[in-house]
T-cell receptor, first 113, second 112 residues
Framework: DQQVKQNSPSLSVQEGRISILNCDYT??????FLWYKKYPAEGPTFLIS?????DKNEDGRFTVFLNKSAKHLSLHIVPSQPGDSAVYFC????????????FGQGTRLTINP | NAGVTQTPKFQVLKTGQSMTLQCAQD?????MSWYRQDPGMGLRLIHY???????DQGEVPNGYNVSRSTTEDFPLRLLSAAPSQTSVYFC???????????FGPGTRLTVL
């Protein structure tokens, strides 16, 4: 039973345009959400997070939106750059600062020049 | 700081063999975890530790053993390797109040 789902295995976007990566979750106990980015042959690196008390969090080109009623979050990257090509994982936890994370399957983002 | 280091980078085992995946961190983080990454499954938590001497099971603990005798090291033992354990293994660490986990570069394990 996949509690965190990323239904798009891959996404291709033109350089300079907006990339939107989606994530859905089923467990209403999840209270904190994170996005990780992974390059080939490297470990994931933390990108941005959001608490359930917010509906939006921005960090430079990256914005995460949370819709609690729909159990849906999305990551927006504007403008997209070639270095953004990577696999993006959505993750959820029951509390902020929790060690136990539940990850989605990942979405491979390719930015085309 | 080296961050989180993992050895080996690659390993091939035969069914039934045992081995230990090493993980070390030099950031004095209390929390350490082991995940496995499989195609279409994302990362799944195997075991985790909140400090030296304290470990607990994650989502997929069967076939794996861990111990935490020091803050720095958190080895993962495969007791009797099976083809289903073919995967990429990631070790991670974090400070207890923080959200961000720092991941190592991974160990790619193939069990024949």
């Amino acid at each position: 039973d996949q509690q965190v789902k990323q239904n798009s295995p891959s996404l291709s976007v033109q350089e300079g345009r907006i990339s939107i990566l989606n994530c859905d979750y089923t467990n209403s106990m999840f209270d904190y959400f994170l996005w990780y980015k992974k390059y080939p042959a490297e470990g994931p690196t933390f990108l941005i997070s959001i608490s359930s008390i917010k509906d939006k969090n921005e960090d430079g080109r990256f914005t995460v939106f949370l819709n609690k009623s729909a159990k849906h979050l999305s990551l927006h990257i504007v403008p997209s750059q070639p270095g953004d090509s990577a696999v993006y994982f959505c993750a959820a936890s029951a509390i902020q600062g929790a060690q136990k994370l539940v990850f989605g399957q990942g979405t491979r983002l390719t930015i085309n020049p | 700081n080296a961050g989180v280091t993992q050895t080996p980078k690659f390993q091939v085992l035969k069914t039934g063999q045992s081995m230990t995946l090493q993980c070390a961190q030099d950031m004095n983080h209390e929390y350490m975890s082991w995940y496995r990454q499989d195609p279409g499954m994302g990362l799944r938590l195997i075991h985790y530790s909140v400090g030296a001497g304290i470990t607990d099971q994650g989502e997929v603990p069967n076939g794996y053993n861990v111990s935490r005798s020091t803050t720095e090291d958190f080895p993962l033992r495969l007791l009797s390797a099976a083809p289903s354990q073919t995967s990429v293994y990631f070790c991670a660490s974090k400070r207890s109040p923080d959200n961000e986990q720092f991941f190592g570069p991974g160990t790619r394990l193939t069990v024949l």
